[in-house]
């Protein structure tokens, strides 16, 4: 890593991250800066910052007299990370949704047709459906920007479970190309809704997927907030897709989605 200047504090965060997502650095393994420095041969001051930055993220932890150590991982963790995205994102995208440009489509479609490749590795999935939504973040205030960006790094570490299961990948485009065809008709409510649906069933499949008996505390405020109504959702290891419905007035109308997790009737 050395002999990069001006990049070496990036290079070594990604470097970190992605053996943080990949699991070899597993939850709470104590990073020693010492080691660390050696192994991926640099100095201190940039890897300090480098940590610095993944404890913004959640990625790693301080703790009294120990230094960092890899965070550990939990499922109220990934809850409460859909739960501020629900919250933030979907709105955010029906209020920009006149800023989206053709490039930004394309970039959109483009990263979409690569999801859809039949040979596609889950890796490789997992890095075009971030391509996918990654194409809005510029359209976006930058403290949301950020705050979207620190969520979604903190989900990916978990999507290496839940995206190991086929239905899940066929799930994720069939939405993602929803949601593309209401950016391309500049259809703020109906884009909002469709992200509000997958970003739920994202977290619906991905906590469950681990914890069929996982009880939701931050999901159900949070919906309740947006006037959403989720059947079953305090009902553990319910089994099958739950129904969706929106309370809202002004509800866009959509057609008929359906995915392992959830269920909207038109």
Do not use: C
């Amino acid at each position: 890593m050395a002999g990069r200047p001006g990049t070496a504090v990036n290079d070594i965060y990604l470097a970190i991250r992605d053996r943080i997502i990949g699991g070899d650095y597993p939850p709470g393994l104590r990073l020693s800066q010492q080691q660390l420095a050696e192994e991926l041969r640099v100095s201190r001051t940039p890897l300090r910052e480098a940590l610095q930055k993944l404890e913004v993220e959640g990625l790693v932890i301080g703790q009294a007299n120990r230094g960092m150590e890899v965070a550990p991982v939990a499922l109220s963790d990934v809850e409460n990370s859909y739960a501020l995205r629900l919250m933030v994102e979907p709105v955010t995208v029906a209020a920009i949704v006149a800023r989206v440009t053709e490039s930004d489509v394309a970039a959109m479609a483009d990263a979409l047709a690569e999801m859809e490749r039949p040979s596609i590795s889950i890796h490789e999935f997992q890095e075009a459906h971030w391509r996918f939504h990654r194409a809005l973040l510029d359209r976006y205030p930058e403290a949301f920007t950020d705050l979207i960006r620190t969520l979604h790094t903190r989900i990916y570490r978990h999507q290496r479970l839940y995206f190991s299961r086929p239905v899940a990948l066929a799930d994720f485009t069939r939405l993602d190309q929803v949601f593309l065809d209401a950016l391309r008709d500049h259809d703020g409510a109906r884009a909002k809704q469709v992200l509000e649906f997958h970003l739920l069933d994202a977290a619906l499949g991905l906590v469950r997927d681990v914890d069929p008996t996982y009880a939701f505390d931050a999901l159900p405020v949070t919906l309740d907030g947006l006037e959403i109504e989720v059947d079953g959702l305090a009902r553990p290891d319910h089994g099958g897709p739950v129904d969706i419905r929106w309370r809202r007035a002004n509800a866009a109308s959509l057609p008929a989605l359906e995915t392992a997790n959830l269920r909207y009737r038109a």
